[in-house]
Nanobody, 111 residues
Framework: QVRLVESGGGLVQPGGSLRLSCVAS???????MGWYRQGAGKQRELVAG???????IYADSVKDRFTISRDNARNTVYLQMNSLKPEDTALYYC??????WGQGTQVTVSS
């Protein structure tokens, strides 16, 4: 079974940027890949998703600020996050085909 490992989280000031990476242990060529997040006391929610063909979907709260992309040759999915807000603070998870989850990477937006 494919394993997913996220990285790139950290502490950033409001207005700052981070790029999250999700590396898969196997091929993601045909996989739907998604980024989800779960804030303290909140339910896990979809942030962005990308199909094997490159079509993307975003939560309304991150449109025009976040960009999801994939590099199939590197079995890697990225989430570029710009103009970060305190409400973006959460544990961010990578997901493959709505089935496989990574362990998460923490993003904290605070001054």
């Amino acid at each position: 079974q494919v394993r997913l490992v996220e990285s790139g989280g950290g502490l950033v000031q409001p207005g700052g940027s981070l790029r999250l990476s999700c590396v898969a242990s196997g091929s993601i060529f045909n996989a739907y890949m998604g980024w989800y997040r779960q804030g303290a006391g909140k339910q896990r929610e979809l942030v962005a998703g990308i199909t094997s063909g490159g079509s993307t979907i975003y939560a309304d709260s991150v449109k025009d600020r976040f960009t999801i992309s994939r590099d199939n040759a590197r079995n890697t999915v990225y989430l570029q996050m710009n103009s970060l807000k305190p409400e973006d603070t959460a544990l961010y998870y990578c997901n493959s085909n709505h089935v496989i989850w990574g362990q998460g990477t923490q993003v904290t937006v605070s001054s």
